[in-house]
């Protein structure tokens, strides 16, 4: 049952991911909310229409977002000045639905149906060249849409951390690689490197473990 309220929550969220609310994003206020952890006026994005849906699921009063998080606005889209931007990626790393493309020092560019206008690009930027634009073609946001950037940012997370995976294999097999060497090494300080790899090796197997669990 709580783990079905806490999908209905979130459901009712424009999973614009974009921590106003004060968690790490719309599941994690969804899961505060459900364990009664939060109050129902924290998405400034959602507006007064998420807060009234809230309140009826959770059968609580309505109230008026908190503006500790914010002001409702219409939807703005990020947009990168393509004259400034160094292609520092900085913001395709930042951006939680995978809305920004480009590659390492080429021009960025914000694919504006996608963006959820998040503004979490911003921060990152080293050149101050994003900006939040008004784009009325694009100022809807609709549950359809909330649930594809819901989708890819699920998609962005299995990425992220199969990609973290992989690079822990790589960096697993090169000690183990360093070790071989260390074997065949008629060094008289092999033995001290041999100890310092290997347990550098077992202390990075046991973080993985530990994440597994």
């Known amino acids: 049952m709580h783990e079905q309220l806490v999908q ?24 505060a ?6 109050d129902l006026n924290r998405c400034p994005p ?39 931007c160094i292609g520092c990626t900085l913001c395709i790393k930042a951006c939680p639905v995978d809305a920004i493309v480009g590659s390492s020092k080429r ?8 963006c959820t206008g998040c503004e979490l690009c911003i921060p990152p930027c080293p050149v101050d060249c994003i900006d939040m634009v008004f784009m009325p073609e694009h100022s809807n946001w609709d549950k359809t ?23 822990a294999q790589r960096l697993e097999a090169k000690a183990i690689h360093k070790l071989d060497e260390l074997d ?3 060094s008289p300080d092999a033995a001290t490197k041999k100890a310092v790899v290997q347990a550098a090796l077992a ?8 994440q597994t669990q």
Request: hydrophobic share 35%; net charge neutral; with cysteine.
């Open 145 to 167: 849409q909330a649930h594809a950037a819901r989708a890819r940012m699920q998609t962005r997370e299995v990425r992220l951390e199969r990609q973290k995976e992989e690079q």
């Open 33 to 38: 909310l459900a364990n009664e952890e939060a």
């Open 107 to 114: 021009r960025h560019a914000v694919l504006a149906e996608l």
């Open 184 to 186: 065949d090494s008629t």
């Open 8 to 31: 209905q929550i979130d459901d009712l969220l424009p999973q614009t991911q974009c921590t106003q609310c004060g968690f790490a994003g719309c599941l994690p206020y969804a899961t």
């Open 46 to 84: 959602g507006g007064e229409a998420t807060t009234l849906a809230l309140s009826r699921l959770l059968n609580k009063p309505a109230k008026p977002v908190d503006p500790a998080c914010g002001t409702t606005i219409e939807r703005h889209i990020a947009s990168i000045d393509p004259q400034h």
């Open 203 to 210: 202390r990075a197997r046991a973080r993985r473990h530990a």
